[in-house]
T-cell receptor, first 119, second 112 residues
Framework: DTGVSQDPRHKITKRGQNVTFRCDPISEHNRLYWYRQTLGQGPEFLTYFQNEAQLEKSRLLSDRFSAERPKGSFSTLEIQRTEQGDSAMYLC?????????????????FGPGTRLTVL | DAKTTQPPSMDCAEGRAANLPCNHSTISGNEYVYWYRQIHSQGPQYIIHGLKNNETNEMASLIITEDRKSSTLILPHATLRDTAVYYCIVRVAWGGSEKLVFGKGTKLTVNP
């Protein structure tokens, strides 16, 4: 178990540019999540995939944001025409969502995040 | 998902127990209580969760009141590495939204 990995760890871009982040979940996890976190706040949910299907999206995910998980493994989050307000930490998490002994185990395992700075 | 209320900050002496409270008075019968923590500049880390019985694992203990309207996360012997923001989250484990709804959490500082 190598954990959830994210790439890049840091990204600095100019306003108006497009950026793409990658997330590699824990290999046997079929659920994948994206969150955004700004300074002093808790993470905010953006979107969720079960295998390759995108099943839930937050209204925070404007039309400039798009996420994919084409083969049900890694995922990408793209932000087009970045704005200064997009500056944040973008977190990815994965989950096994299993039931064992009558107890639900769907804890989410988070990656280290990608810190985006839009100048 | 039910709303939770946590104190914004707490202090604890190293080696002592840290008791972090959480109020969730509107919790419904099928909602679990989850605790995560976030150490500075890292992603959140799952700690423990429970429905109505007290739970214990290698990291912490979770005490849920009988009416389930509040809970306490206990770190039995806090270390400096336990300094983090601790989030209490209430959510349905099955059939509901998959998202975690984070509040601002409790900033726990463990002092030497």
């Amino acid at each position: 178990d190598t954990g959830v990995s994210q790439d890049p760890r840091h990204k600095i871009t100019k306003r108006g540019q497009n950026v793409t982040f990658r997330c590699d979940p824990i290999s046997e996890h079929n659920r994948l999540y994206w969150y955004r976190q700004t300074l002093g706040q808790g993470p905010e949910f953006l979107t969720y995939f079960q295998n390759e299907a995108q099943l839930e999206k937050s209204r925070l995910l404007s039309d400039r944001f798009s996420a994919e998980r084409p083969k049900g493994s890694f995922s990408t989050l793209e932000i087009q025409r970045t704005e200064q307000g997009d500056s944040a930490m973008y977190l990815c998490a994965s989950s096994p969502h299993r039931l064992a002994g009558g107890r639900a185990y769907n804890e989410q395992f988070f990656g280290p995040g990608t810190r985006l700075t839009v100048l | 998902d039910a709303k939770t209320t946590q104190p914004p900050s707490m202090d604890c002496a190293e080696g002592r127990a840290a008791n972090l409270p959480c109020n969730h008075s509107t919790i419904s019968g099928n909602e679990y209580v989850y605790w995560y923590r976030q150490i500075h500049s890292q992603g959140p880390q799952y700690i423990i969760h429970g429905l109505k019985n007290n739970e214990t694992n290698e990291m912490a203990s979770l005490i849920i009141t009988e009416d389930r309207k509040s809970s306490t996360l206990i770190l039995p012997h806090a270390t400096l590495r336990d300094t983090a923001v601790y989030y209490c989250i209430v959510r349905v484990a099955w059939g509901g939204s998959e998202k975690l709804v984070f509040g601002k959490g409790t900033k726990l500082t463990v002092n030497p």
